[in-house]
């Protein structure tokens, strides 16, 4: 993680400053489009002088907020472009430590890595929950010839399980469900050597820089209900004076 938020500050180059200008002309323009709405219909109008100027501080109120959210959403759009070299960088070191770790174990040890796929150990772990305490299948399975029963568990019941498995880490990270399906063709090793792990941290920090830009926009909205509900309610008493005089 350490490694991760330095990598990030070597990344401050010009190229963020100019992705948060961007992002902060873009609420300037907002700002400036709704600022000319207002003064065309007159929504900052009121007929108490001191409401009047409270008003009149809109004007500063409102490029403030577009231009400091677009200065905020420029930020994390710049760490959400640059995310995937930053992941790389970061934990590419620490994954060649660990496949230099488990290649320099002994060498049955290391066999056995090497020939078990994680597909394999799904199966396995079927054909365990088959067995009773005294290793004898168990139940219909039991009953069933011998070649039956090892087709049901390792072919039908485990690609089943892996297939509702790849469903879940699916959702759950966002990955494509091809790149998991190669996932339980490899064994330990070669998922270390793979780009799995760095999709999948840099899928799950794109999930929250993403959810960051959403709280962004949805507090921009509700700092612009200020203006909004203020113009609804001098409108409001607007025409209930206007009721008022006709009577």
């Given at each position: 993680?350490?490694?991760y938020?330095?990598?990030?500050?070597?990344?401050f180059?010009?190229?963020?400053?100019?992705?948060?200008?961007?992002?902060?002309?873009?609420?300037?323009?907002?700002?400036?489009?709704?600022?000319?709405v207002c003064?065309?219909f007159?929504l900052?109008?009121?007929?108490?002088?001191?409401?009047?100027?409270?008003?009149?501080?809109?004007?500063?109120f409102?490029?403030?907020?577009?231009?400091?959210?677009?200065?905020?959403?420029?930020?994390?759009?710049?760490?959400k472009?640059?995310?995937?070299?930053?992941?790389?960088?970061?934990?590419?070191?620490?994954?060649?430590?660990i496949?230099d770790?488990?290649?320099?174990?002994p060498?049955?040890?290391?066999?056995?890595?090497s020939?078990?796929t994680?597909?394999k150990?799904?199966q396995?772990a079927?054909e365990?929950?088959a067995?009773?305490?005294?290793g004898?299948?168990?139940?219909?399975?039991?009953?069933?010839?011998?070649?039956?029963?090892?087709?049901?568990?390792?072919?039908?019941v485990t690609e089943?399980v892996?297939?509702?498995?790849?469903?879940?880490?699916?959702?759950a990270?966002?990955?494509?469900?091809?790149?998991?399906?190669?996932l339980?063709?490899?064994n330990?090793?070669?998922?270390?050597e793979?780009?799995?792990l760095?999709?999948?941290?840099?899928?799950?920090?794109?999930g929250?820089?993403?959810?960051?830009q959403?709280?962004l926009?949805?507090?921009?909205?509700?700092?612009?209900?200020?203006?909004?509900?203020d113009?609804?309610?001098a409108?409001?008493?607007?025409k209930?004076a206007g009721?008022?005089?006709?009577?």
């Open positions: 993680m350490f490694e938020i330095f990598s990030l500050t070597d990344h180059t010009v190229a963020v400053f100019f992705t948060m200008l961007k992002y902060a002309a873009l609420g300037f323009v907002l700002s400036l489009a709704l600022i000319i003064l065309k007159k900052f109008q009121r007929q108490n002088k001191y409401w009047n100027i409270f008003t009149k501080l809109y004007y500063f409102i490029p403030i907020v577009c231009i400091s959210v677009g200065i905020a959403y420029g930020f994390l759009q710049y760490g472009d640059i995310n995937d070299g930053l992941v790389n960088s970061a934990l590419q070191p620490v994954k060649r430590e496949v770790s488990l290649k320099s174990l060498h049955e040890t290391r066999d056995q890595l020939s078990v994680l597909r150990v799904v396995n079927i365990f929950k067995e009773d305490t005294t004898n299948r168990k139940g219909v399975i039991k009953i069933m010839p011998k070649f039956v029963s090892e087709w049901l568990l390792n072919a039908a089943m892996i297939s509702k498995l790849n469903a879940k880490i699916a959702d990270t966002g990955l494509d469900k091809e790149s998991i399906n190669k339980w063709q490899q330990m090793i070669e998922v270390f793979s780009d799995f760095n999709n999948l941290l840099s899928q799950h920090i794109n929250q820089i993403i959810s960051l959403k709280t926009q949805y507090i921009l909205l509700l700092l612009l209900l200020i203006p909004t509900i113009i609804l309610i409108k409001r008493l607007k209930r009721v008022e005089m006709k009577q």
